[in-house]
């Protein structure tokens, strides 16, 4: 799409504060004479946003019109849009210019006025250079047309030189940790836009090297590659990534010839360290490599481990492949990771000593499983299910033969160990798996993946909290850009940090923090839905669950909270279609709320008992309101009585002590068979200061305590409770507490609960309010059921 517009006359386009020549492609502010300083790839996006005024513009639109052939994150598209808001002069949050459909694209909605222009000459290459970024920039300045040719053509040289331009003078300087490196991703000049591939394994490569060093800290590629087509200033790069120094270069591919130039900025002042320009053919690439390694190590005066490249000996074909593996799964995309699992096994192929290429096949059969196979299990720290962990159990062993060979034939791959101690998690072997997380991080002090998974192993383990908050800020560290560690951050302060006010500030602090980096981080959206809905603020949490379902619409576990997000605001038939939209994937028991929020306890136990090794887990307080609701509803409360009791005191084996809500249906079937002595045995369990099942201490345990308080006969001390909960908003299930609970049917008769009641319902009324302002803004798809049942006619 970008060579067409290019090929093409275009007229002028006016609008806002700004015009836009399209034939000789630049952008001016209205008034002045001077072309703003932006870069090509900018002028390319929003000329591709104007000619489709008012249209919305996919995602897999843009990116097939601004980088046609290749392959790009999609990160690389967010970014792009955010440099096109700031040129524009928007502020965060703006919509002046161009519009974000969450999860879709972006509409160009500013009003344009077109003016009928004959094309010019070509702008000169003075013109070109007038009207290039004039800050320093670390993007190598693209070479085209005739100097293209001209440099492909040019003498070649079996040795690298300094590159003749002088650099610009530096900037003021800035602070910034010493020893700290920050490798960019090579921009690909060659006329093949399939030579990508080997600038990003370029720039991979020595990334690689470099990590290895202990006493050297090296930016994880998925924060200094989101710098890719961005005219940033050294410095921002710099203070975005707190690096000292940045590797930045390019790399043109022609008639088995390469041509790589690399440079070293300080980032500090935006200065060039050194400069480096290599000649050569395709199969020195591995000399290459060495030698920008080792030019960086020595003006850090730090040693490389091993000088030599570790792959040279399996040859170019082999890893050429390889590249073209690493570059597919950089993308993070299900189809991607297959694709490259083909190129993967063509390395091994060719070379079947590869360690490297057998650990990466591991590592690509192990994404696809966990993308496609299972995909809905990601929710961190949530308890697997039966099928889930079926899935996970097989994927080890089909993945760890491969995995174990890569380790036989090179037993100093960090990247394997890491790998290897995910599969002992998944095996319940936290032990083995701490071992090898360590092993692979002694040898690769900076894979910030490794400090990552080692801190979500350590969270699960009782007194390593302090480590836990040390790996994870390594991470931080070593990747900033990345949202997972900041999702991750930002789950441990929610469900562990004592409350303020009800919620945790910190937590939602963190998840924005992830959000800022992805917008469409579905975990980081989802989480922040679970937050609002426990606030009661229903129709925002609605709001961005359905955002994280149109990401990724595969998670099913996205389906269970939002179809329970709007039963919590009367939209029975929203709920339905949610869960509708994918029968043959959704597990049957995720409508046990739907089915009991439509007063059928009896089909709903029938869910929980088809469900027996809890194959899709819930939350604990529905099933327990299933059992008892059941058995009083057959008039045999007994039966209720001993299937909670059957099921144990933590069904789940995910609490540290009873479950408060599995406790609390028991005391009330105690109460309600007579047996009151056992009855206040419980409630009184329920109340004790030191009772603290979750491990944190939560608002989540109102309902419970109040329900202990009402069968131990203390009604005002309830509602007591009620009401500091409804201060905090009327959380999930408010109308199975206010409407169905048969715990409280001793307290409907009081005023203070029938007040309650009421604010909870006109609470959800107002939101259900919001909730339609929202779909009348497009915001929140509009949702209507089709009368199918759901299972056990639910």
């Known amino acids: 799409m970008e060579a067409e517009i290019r090929s093409q006359p275009h007229p002028v386009y006016d609008f806002g504060e700004f015009r836009l020549d399209a034939s000789r492609r630049l952008l001016f502010a209205k008034g002045a004479n001077d072309a703003l300083p932006v870069t090509p790839k900018i002028i390319a996006a929003l000329l591709l946003l104007i000619e489709h005024e ?3 513009l996919t995602k897999d639109q843009l990116m097939a019109g601004l980088w046609p052939g290749r392959i790009v994150e999609e990160n690389s598209l967010t970014q792009l849009i955010s440099v096109l808001r700031h040129v524009l002069g928007e502020e965060p949050g703006e919509n002046r210019y161009v519009a974000t459909v969450p999860g879709f694209g972006y509409r160009f909605i500013a009003d344009v006025s077109r003016h009928s222009d004959s094309p010019e000459p070509p702008v000169s290459s003075q013109e070109i250079t ?33 590159v003749d331009e002088a650099p610009a003078p530096p900037p003021p300087a800035i602070e910034l940790p010493s020893r700290t490196v920050a490798v960019l991703p090579f921009e690909n000049l060659s006329a093949d836009d399939g030579n990508e591939y080997i600038a990003f394994g370029v720039a991979e490569s020595v990334l690689h090297r470099l990590a290895k060093i202990p006493n050297l800290t090296v930016i994880a590629r998925t924060s200094s590659f989101v710098f890719r087509d961005r005219a940033t200033d050294a410095r921002d790069i710099g203070r975005a990534l707190n690096a000292r120094y940045l590797l930045e270069g390019s790399l043109q591919h022609a008639n088995e010839r390469v041509r790589v130039i690399a440079q070293l900025i300080d980032a500090t002042t935006g200065g060039h360290v050194w400069s480096l320009r290599f000649d050569r053919t395709l199969a020195d690439i591995f000399s290459v490599e060495d030698e920008i390694a080792q030019g960086v190590a020595q003006a850090l005066q730090v040693s490389l481990e091993q000088p030599e490249h570790p792959y040279a000996r399996f040859g170019i074909d082999a890893y050429l492949s390889y590249l073209q593996g690493q570059t597919l799964l950089a993308t993070h995309r299900s189809d991607d990771a297959e694709r490259a699992i083909e190129h993967f096994r063509r390395a091994i192929e060719i070379a079947p000593n590869f360690g490297a290429g057998h650990a990466a096949l591991a590592d690509a059969m192990w994404q696809v499983l966990l993308k496609v196979q299972t995909a809905g299990m990601g929710e961190l720290h949530r308890a697997r299910t039966a099928r889930e962990q079926q899935l996970l159990e097989a994927g080890v062993r089909e993945v760890q033969p491969v995995l174990e060979r890569a380790l036989e034939l090179d037993d100093r791959l960090a990247e394997a160990y890491i790998l290897r101690a995910d599969l002992k998690n998944v095996m319940d072997d936290p032990v083995g798996a701490e071992a090898d997380y360590r092993k692979g991080l002694s040898l690769r002090p900076n894979y910030s993946k490794g400090h990552l998974h080692l801190s979500i192993l350590l969270y699960g383990l009782v007194g390593r909290e302090e480590e836990t908050l040390a790996e994870l800020e390594r991470a931080i560290l070593l990747d900033p850009l990345m949202p997972r560690a900041y999702y991750v951050k930002g789950h441990y302060e929610v469900f562990t940090v004592a409350e303020e006010g009800g919620t945790a500030i910190e937590g ?8 800022a980096r992805a917008p469409d981080y579905h975990p980081a959206l989802l989480l922040l839905g679970r937050i609002r809905w426990y606030q009661g603020r229903f129709a925002e949490a609605a709001m961005l669950a359905e955002r994280a379902l149109a990401v990724d619409p595969r998670v099913q576990w996205t389906r269970r909270v939002l179809a329970e997000i709007y039963l919590d605001v009367g939209e029975l038939d929203a709920s339905r279609s949610v869960l509708l939209e994918a029968p043959a994937t959704v597990p049957p028991i995720y409508w046990l709320a739907t089915c009991l929020y439509e007063q059928r306890p009896e089909q709903a136990a029938e869910l929980l008992r088809a469900d027996p090794a809890r194959d899709g887990f819930i939350d604990a307080d529905t099933p327990a309101y299933v059992l008892r609701d059941a058995a009083k509803a057959s008039g045999h409360p007994e039966h209720g009585l001993t299937e909670l009791l059957k099921r144990g005191p933590d069904p789940y084996g995910l609490y540290r002590g009873p479950e408060p809500y599995a406790l609390m249906t028991v005391a009330h079937l105690n109460f309600v068979l007579g047996d009151r002595a056992e009855s206040e045995r419980n409630a009184r369990r329920l109340l004790e200061p030191d009772y603290d099942p979750y491990g944190f201490n939560r608002r989540i345990l109102a309902v419970p305590k109040a329900a202990a308080l009402t069968l131990l006969g203390d009604h005002d001390a309830a509602i007591d409770l009620l009401e500091d909960h409804g201060r905090f908003g009327f959380g999930w299930r408010w109308w199975y507490t206010f409407d169905r609970d048969p715990v409280f049917d001793a307290l409907r008769a009081d005023p203070r609960f029938q007040a ?30 089709d009368g199918t049942p759901g299972p056990q006619g639910c």
Do not use: N, S
Request: a positive charge.
């Open 130 to 162: 007038a009207t290039a970024d004039a800050r320093p920039r670390v993007a190598v300045v693209a070479l085209t047309g005739a100097l293209g040719a001209v440099l492909l053509t040019y003498g070649w040289y079996a040795q690298w030189r300094p």
């Open 54 to 56: 008012g249209e919305l």
């Open 756 to 785: 309650l009641a009421a604010e909870a319902h006109a609470h959800a009324e107002a939101e259900r309010e919001r909730l339609r302002i929202m779909r009348e803004r497009g915001q929140v798809p509009t949702r209507l059921a």
């Open 508 to 515: 939602e602090r963190y998840i924005r923090q992830a959000l």
